[in-house]
């Protein structure tokens, strides 16, 4: 069995200046560098940063964050977390760590994933293509283990299919990621339907993985402590493009198109399909929904995919109600949430799932995505 990891990240933010050394007219945007710190202790001085809303959040706590568990001097949880983060920058440490894991091909997102997908204009296109060609290049030599996502310019929806194709037919990307919504817009709106197109064409999945600091918008950044801003994060930002997507009638319009959603635990799409469905009958008989030809609910078995954690208590109800090939496994490996290295065994060893639907998650659903 190949086990495939559809969710790590690398430690980008601790690299910046690096990734982000930005073509003309857009040099003047490259991070600096500030002091000789290194990993952890990396600070810079750059304005990448495009969810950020000081005025929003001006009368609001900023909030203590998780960055704790990377602080070497703190020794949270005996440094244990801190160890992990070298995979993030070390991609012969990584695959270390993947043999422990028993992962044998894993896909990559940034840490930061607001500054390669969210800022606006030909920016924001600068920074997407300067991303990719760095994560690219980091897996040299490694492209049979590791797979970078592709990030996709959402703050310039005229070059989100450009720079798809680019990730695909030149780089070799196997996934793209999806914003949850931009600054002005929804997932629905027409502006997004070109890269929508080309990745129904080119066959690629698309990965909405949240975030849950900066998200414009939202109640998340109300919040004064870092726990209810990470509990609120991944569920609200990954359905507000379910619904939109769903409800908008882009997966009527876009038949093939596959979006999988990330860190909100498997049962996610059991509640909202359901409670999408409850709503359908009157909604339908009143005419306000005619961009839709079916349930809700079939869109997201159709459509919609899902990851999973080891430890998640209503797996079995997911599998049943969304499909059981539309559930796929991820570590979160290095981020200190991870349940590295015992995802895997953890799947493994479950006496509720069967054989069967082990394999699906570990493996096949993985490979029929992506093609593999």
Known sequence: MAIIDFDSHLRDGWLLDEIYQLPEPFAKHSPRRIGDGKYFYSKFEHNLSPTEDPVANANFKKPVTHQVFYNPEANARGNEVMRWQQGGYDMEYRLKDNAREGVDFQLMFPTSIDIPSQNPGPLG??????????????????????SPVAMIPAGCPEEMANELRHCVKTLGCKAAHLVSYTTDKQMEDPAFFPFYEAAQELDIPLFCHPTTLGAPGTLINRQTHFFPMHILG???????????????????????????????????????????????????????????????????????????????????????????????????????????????????????????????????????????
Not at 348 to 360: F, V
């Open 125 to 146: 296109a600068a920074v997407a293509r300067a991303y990719n060609n760095w994560a690219h290049k980091l897996v040299a030599g490694h492209r049979d283990k590791l």
């Open 234 to 372: 991944r569920p609200l930002n990954c359905v507000a493009p379910l619904v939109a997507m769903v409800l908008g009638g882009v997966f009527e319009k876009f038949p093939r198109l596959k979006v999988v959603f990330f860190e909100v635990t498997a049962e996610f799409l059991v509640f909202w399909m359901h409670r999408m469905d409850d709503d359908y009958e009157v909604i339908k008989e009143a005419g306000m929904c005619p961009q839709l030809s079916m349930l809700p609910s079939e869109y997201v078995k159709r459509n919609c995919y899902i990851t999973c954690e080891a430890d998640e208590k209503w797996l079995p109800l997911a599998l049943s109600e969304v499909g059981e090939t539309h559930v796929v496994v991820a570590t979160d490996y290095p981020h200190f949430d991870s349940t590295f290295p015992k995802t895997v065994s953890g799947i493994r060893e479950r006496p509720d799932l069967s054989p069967k639907q082990k394999k699906l998650i570990l493996e096949d659903n993985a490979l029929n995505l992506l093609r593999m």
